[in-house]
């Protein structure tokens, strides 16, 4: 499902764009409506807005959202810190994703900033417990 969902983002001839209220993000393929942010499931949350940087042949961070992305966050190395990895299957505290949406990755020797970046609406409370409850229960594929 998520490669259907992440499918969908691609950029126009501006690239993406913030539109109006928080919840829409202009992907060159239309707006998306995230709607109540709270009930996303782990797979959109990390779609949208993540996917809009995440994408292509030369993604941010070396993470493609947009193609095969479990793949790409499970047991992989993080381009921020190669010491850890972007998600650890039952280890919150060592997947270095959670330390990137909290905004403690330097802390743990990351670099850059908090994910996702200003121009875009921070993930909630529920949908940062949403990912770590994902991660602690052993991060299943999508």
């Not at 809009?52 to 947009?66: D, F, K, Y």
């Not at 190395?77 to 905004?103: I, T």
């Amino acid at each position: 499902m998520i490669l259907l969902l992440l499918g969908a983002c691609r950029f126009g001839t501006d690239g993406p764009a913030v539109i109006g209220r928080p919840g829409f993000v202009d992907t060159g393929f239309g707006r998306i409506d995230t709607g109540f942010r709270g009930d996303r499931p782990v797979e959109e949350a990390l779609r949208n807005p993540c996917a809009v940087c995440h994408n292509g042949l030369n993604p941010r961070g070396q993470l493609n959202l947009e193609i095969q992305a479990w793949e790409n966050l499970v047991g992989e190395r993080s381009a921020g810190n190669p010491e850890m990895f972007r998600v650890v299957p039952g280890d919150v505290e060592g997947s270095y994703l959670v330390h990137k949406l909290r905004g403690t990755h330097l802390q743990v020797g990351g670099t850059g900033s908090q994910m996702p970046p200003q121009q875009y609406e921070p993930l909630t409370a529920a949908e940062l417990q949403r990912v770590e409850d994902w991660i602690r229960d052993g991060a299943a594929p999508f």
